[in-house]
Structure formats: structure tokens, C-alpha cells
């Protein structure tokens, strides 16, 4: 594979890998959902 392969691979990679890593910290760090019903 040439210079400009990687360079694309490597971007395409990367920017899933960011992604992936963004939503997995916000959907992590959410603040627990109250419980709306208190007789359950």
C-alpha cells in the first residue's frame, strides 16, 4: 500500500475509533434516570 493508503486508513480509523469512544463516555457518564413511579 502506498504514502496516501495510509494516510486515508489511518484517518478512516481514527475518526471511528473517536467516535466510538465519544458516545461511549457520554452514554457512561449519564446521571442515573429517577424513578418517576414510587409505588413500583
Same mark, same amino acid.
Not at 496516501?4 to 467516535?19: D, E, H, K, N, R
Not at 446521571?31 to 413511579?37: L, S
Given at each position: 500500500?502506498?504514502?496516501?493508503?495510509?494516510? +486515508?486508513? #489511518?484517518?478512516?480509523?481514527?475518526?471511528?475509533?473517536?467516535?466510538? =469512544?465519544?458516545?461511549?463516555?457520554? +452514554?457512561? #457518564?449519564?446521571?442515573?434516570?429517577?424513578?418517576?413511579?414510587?409505588? =413500583?
Amino acid at each position: 500500500m502506498n504514502t496516501y493508503g495510509w494516510i +486515508v486508513m #489511518t484517518a478512516s480509523v481514527g475518526s471511528v475509533v473517536t467516535l466510538l =469512544t465519544y458516545c461511549l463516555y457520554r +452514554v457512561l #457518564t449519564m446521571p442515573p434516570v429517577p424513578d418517576d413511579d414510587p409505588e =413500583t
